[in-house]
């Protein structure tokens, strides 16, 4: 199983950005899925979570401004991002709980990270 995250790049203060995340390889179901951020010299954060439901959480730092989105179809994970502000630069990761087709237990995967750069 692997977690491909894309749609990283740089991008001007007030614009908008949409990452993607997709689980490819022996995947049985993706369950819950979110995403979260680094910064330099900080912790990694969670930004934006999605249930096998639906149901939806962010931080506080991004509501209103980011939406996470699902399509279980495509075992595709989404954050489109917009009124970027500096402080949103980061890398960022997806993550997902996902049950393999080779075990029976569910199994914690992280994508490679994609950077988004805020510029001034």
């Known amino acids: 199983v692997q977690l491909q995250a894309s749609g990283g790049g740089l991008m001007q203060a007030g614009g908008s950005l949409r990452l993607s995340c997709v689980a490819s390889?022996?995947?049985?179901?993706?369950?819950?899925m979110g995403w979260y951020r680094q910064a330099p010299g900080k912790q990694r954060e969670l930004v934006a979570y999605?249930?096998?439901?639906?149901?939806?959480s962010y931080a506080d730092s991004v509501k209103g401004r980011f939406t996470i989105s699902r399509d279980d179809a495509k075992n595709t994970l989404y954050l489109r991002m917009s009124s970027l502000k500096l402080e949103d630069t980061a890398v960022y990761y997806c993550?997902?709980?996902?049950?393999?087709?080779?075990?029976?237990?569910?199994?914690?995967?992280w994508g490679q990270g994609t950077q988004v750069t805020v510029s001034s």
């Open positions: 993550n997902a709980d996902i049950s393999p087709t080779y075990s029976d237990f569910d199994e914690d995967y």
């Open positions: 390889g022996s995947v049985f179901i993706v369950n819950a």
């Open positions: 999605i249930s096998s439901d639906g149901s939806i």
